[in-house]
């Protein structure tokens, strides 16, 4: 990791994670993934999770190029105290793991409410309300019922889906059709599980 994890996949002191799948392809994007190491070694199976930080995609982007499952939690749901902030208005602490049933049962462990509040900026502040872990701990097991989406209403911007032109003032990313492909059947999927 580079000093203060400030840029992602640059070689380190002792070098820099390899893919466990291709040595031929970063584990991360270039410029993000600073919590590639987490996301390495639970992809190669050295841990069964791994917990990063992320201000931007640190986590997001080595668990898709890994094939791994990444939660990216609400501010405050996991606690951060002790993360040492890049961004302190962004930064949280997210968990990766192979599963999604390895995922709900990392979740069940670490979300736990924190008293303390001293080092969390979003939990040290009384400007927005946050939600509480105690609204959603419990069971996660009961999410793999076939009918938990039922009713639920998800969002993905079109911009990241099916590609929009650019503006004077901003550059859409790109988007390949393979990438337009797989957004099409997970739409379906979700859809046809009940999600709205």
């Given amino acids: 990791m580079p000093p203060m994890a400030a840029g992602g996949m640059q070689r380190g002191v002792?070098?820099?994670?390899?893919?466990?799948?291709?040595?031929k392809y970063l584990t991360a994007a270039f410029s993000s993934g600073?919590?590639?190491?987490?996301?390495?070694?639970?992809?190669?199976?050295?841990?069964?999770?791994?917990?990063g930080?992320?201000?931007?995609?640190?986590?997001?982007?080595?668990a898709s190029n890994n094939g791994l499952v990444c939660y990216t939690p609400s501010r405050g749901v996991i606690s951060s105290r002790g993360l040492w902030p890049l961004y302190v208005t962004c930064n949280v602490v997210l968990p990766l793991t192979?599963?999604?049933?390895?995922?709900?049962?990392?979740?069940?462990?670490?979300?736990?409410p924190n008293p303390e509040t001293i080092g969390d900026f979003w939990r040290d502040q009384r400007v927005v309300t946050l939600p509480k872990t105690s609204n959603i701990e419990g069971d996660l097991t009961r999410l793999f019922d076939a009918h938990s989406l039922r009713g639920k209403r998800l969002a993905v911007p079109k911009m990241y889906t099916e590609g929009m032109p650019g503006t004077s003032i901003s550059?859409?990313?790109?988007?390949?059709?393979?990438?337009?492909?797989?957004?099409?059947?997970?739409?379906?999927?979700?859809?046809?599980?009940?999600?709205?």
């Fill in 14 to 23: 002792y070098g820099r994670a390899e893919s466990p799948y291709n040595m």
């Fill in 34 to 51: 600073s919590s590639n190491g987490a996301a390495t070694s639970t992809a190669a199976s050295f841990a069964a999770f791994g917990l």
């Fill in 53 to 62: 930080s992320e201000t931007v995609s640190s986590g997001r982007s080595p």
């Fill in 98 to 112: 192979r599963t999604v049933k390895d995922m709900l049962a990392v979740l069940e462990v670490i979300f736990q």
């Fill in 171 to 196: 550059k859409v990313p790109f988007v390949s059709e393979g990438v337009k492909k797989v957004w099409v059947q997970a739409q379906s999927d979700l859809t046809s599980s009940g999600a709205i």
